[in-house]
């Protein structure tokens, strides 16, 4: 299977800061997902981003097939952005999704 | 439209006793899956559905847990004996017919003592 990796793993910034995850991946993938894991457990998906550049809002994902990464940033940050953020992938499209160890972010006033 | 719904959201059990989770998937989302997310890890799968049929289970400890989606729609996770490392969130997902894009439930917050 494929291997995810994310950095940095921890993260900790003051409210308004911008910020850039990145995931790298061990082989090309059909499926690629963003989830920001609350505190509360629940996953919430960002960004469904095989290829290119989606935005939404504060947030905007860049994803280079080619070259087997993914970047999210983040802008503007607000305390409620806290958590971990997890990327995943599949070879296949519809495959069980191989995450990352996640990036834990946290958000001071 | 509704979410993915999971129950329980909490489970405490001692080790070797037995337990189930459920999991009901967005309407007209084909394909199911369960993931298992130990603490400070990301989602692991267990096992994924197509409609009743399943198409990877490598990843499931047959020798205790098991999986069923009799109908094509809803689904339960069973856990018989629980050991003390299958403490964890269990989280159900699904995804459409056309799309790949997996949606998530709340999650099982399992506690083996």
């Known amino acids: 299977g494929i291997q995810v990796e994310q950095s940095p793993p921890d993260l900790i910034l003051q409210e308004g800061a911008n910020s850039t995850l990145r995931c790298n991946f061990s082989?090309?993938?059909?499926?690629l997902q963003w989830f920001h894991q609350n505190p509360w457990g629940q996953l919430i998906n960002l960004f469904y981003?095989?290829?290119g550049t989606k935005q939404n809002g504060r947030l905007s994902a860049t994803t280079v097939a080619t070259e087997r990464y993914s970047l999210l940033y983040i802008s503007s940050s607000q305390t409620t952005d806290s958590g971990v953020y997890f990327c995943?992938?599949?070879?296949?499209?519809?495959?069980?999704?191989?995450f990352g160890k996640g990036t834990h972010l946290i958000i001071q006033p | 439209e509704a979410g993915v719904a999971q129950s329980p959201r909490y489970k405490i059990i001692e080790k070797r006793q037995s337990v189930a989770f459920w999991c009901n998937p967005i309407?007209?989302?084909?394909?199911l899956y369960w993931y298992q997310q130990i603490l400070g890890q990301g989602p692991k799968l267990l096992i994924q559905?197509?409609?009743?049929?399943?198409?990877?289970d490598s990843q499931l400890p047959k020798d205790r847990f098991s999986a069923e989606r009799l109908k094509g729609v809803d689904s339960t996770l069973k856990i018989q004996p629980a050991k003390l490392e299958d403490s964890a969130v269990y989280l159900c997902?699904?995804?459409?017919?056309?799309?790949?894009?997996?949606?998530f439930g709340p999650g099982t917050r399992l506690t083996v003592t």
């Open positions: 309407s007209g989302h084909a394909t």
């Open positions: 559905f197509q409609n009743n049929g399943v198409v990877d």
């Open positions: 981003i095989p290829s």
């Open positions: 082989d090309s993938v059909n499926n």
């Open positions: 997902a699904s995804s459409p017919p056309i799309s790949y894009e997996q949606y």
């Open positions: 995943a992938g599949t070879l296949g499209g519809a495959d069980g999704l191989t």
